[in-house]
């Protein structure tokens, strides 16, 4: 039913948090993790414009299902993962001044005091053997933005610019390659099975995982000071970054291929979730002058591109389509071998920051967002 969509009129982000709401309750939608967190940031930023009211009211409830009133969280945080619905924590004790929100997102920042590093101090993507020593791009959009946004809300800023920073330069200093792109992941000691035995990286650039990096790296630029002693280095990062990723646009569609710069390889196809969140970064990056204005054009490429991605169920909610499920470390075969899901998580909550980004930086040109 794709045919009947007004493109240039539809708000999409309400009607794809509508559509999921119709299909969830604070209680269905899942447990407390990463993809679910992902998500409702992206509702409450759909909040924060319409001020729909049920919007914030189903995060409260979400959150509430796993905080007590005298702020207990019962996570062990023993993985970035475990971290990221953190950012709800801080976006209630904002809206509500609830002292119980202050309480368990502490709990997040006291668990780093003692959380593993590698020895240059980046954090282990998880503290089970099978994650031990190792970085994975994705997880410094796990813990990172949480971090700015709480120092933010709660005073500590004076730790958490300079962690996040830290954070973001020690993961690009291993992840990143020539030509720009980032590999998904990094193991200290070289024990993992796709470790290089020379550089620690993993074999390929994994798209989703590179758009983490991405979308935390302008979340923490937003955040730091114009004089903070990092800011030129996560700079230069996104620079090359950028030029990487536009390089790699598929010319016929706008997206990015699951395996970013193998896009004519049998197999490789192009994913909703990451052509979402390097839309979003570069799009952002743009507006606020970390990069070139010319990656506004590349960022409006891929918003065409996600959108021919959406279409209608027979109750006209709004679906999304080609999003791969969570995804480990792997090589070529398995990434593009990954399940295309509609409606996965990882997507909707992508999407929702990309829309949000692209209508309120290019409104005035009357597209529909």
């Not at 690009?172 to 020379?198: C, F, I, K, N, T």
């Given at each position: 039913m794709s045919a009947s969509l007004n493109r240039n009129t539809t708000d999409w982000s309400t009607s794809l948090v509508d559509s999921t709401l119709a299909r969830s309750t604070p209680t269905t939608i899942g447990g407390w993790s990463y993809p679910v967190g992902l998500y409702l940031y992206g509702q409450y930023l759909t909040y924060q414009r319409t001020h729909e009211e049920r919007y914030l009211t189903f995060i409260k409830e979400y959150v509430d299902r796993f905080v007590g009133a005298d702020g207990s969280l019962g996570q062990s945080f023993n993985s970035l993962d475990s971290m990221q619905a953190g950012r709800l924590l801080t976006i209630l004790h904002r809206e509500t001044g609830q002292d119980r929100y202050r309480i368990a997102a502490r709990k997040i920042r006291d668990r780093l005091k003692t959380y593993p590093r590698t020895g240059d101090g980046g954090f282990w993507h998880a503290t089970s053997a099978s994650r031990a020593h190792q970085l994975w791009a994705d997880g410094v959009y796990m813990v990172n933005p949480f971090l700015v946004e709480y120092g933010e809300e709660f005073g500590d800023t004076s730790y958490t610019q300079d962690e996040a920073a830290e954070q973001l330069a020690?993961?690009?200093?291993?992840?990143?390659?020539?030509?720009?792109?980032?590999?998904?992941?990094?193991?200290?000691?070289?024990?993992?099975?796709?470790?290089?035995?020379?550089?620690?990286?993993?074999?390929?650039?994994?798209?989703r995982a590179v758009g983490w990096y991405s979308m935390a790296l302008v979340n923490v630029l937003d955040a730091l000071p114009a004089d903070h002693p990092r800011r030129a280095r996560l700079r230069a990062v996104l620079t090359r970054l950028a030029a990487g990723l536009e390089r790699y646009q598929d010319p016929a569609t706008g997206r990015w291929f699951q395996v970013i710069d193998q896009g004519d390889r049998p197999g490789n196809w192009t994913e909703t979730s990451c052509s979402s969140m390097f839309t979003y970064a570069l799009s952002r990056g743009a507006q606020q002058g970390y990069i070139d204005a010319h990656y506004t054009a590349v960022a409006r490429r891929g918003y065409a591109g996600v959108l021919d991605r959406v279409s209608l169920d027979g109750d006209g909610r709004t679906e999304l389509a080609e999003i791969s499920v969570g995804t480990n470390v792997g090589d070529y075969a398995y990434y593009v071998g990954r399940d295309r899901a509609t409606n996965d998580l990882h997507g909707l909550g992508a999407f929702l920051i990309m829309n949000e980004q692209l209508r309120a930086s290019d409104s005035t040109e009357g597209r529909g967002r």
């Open positions: 020690v993961y690009g200093g291993h992840l990143q390659v020539p030509g720009g792109l980032l590999r998904h992941a990094y193991d200290e000691s070289r024990e993992a099975s796709w470790a290089d035995e020379d550089t620690g990286r993993a074999p390929e650039s994994w798209c």
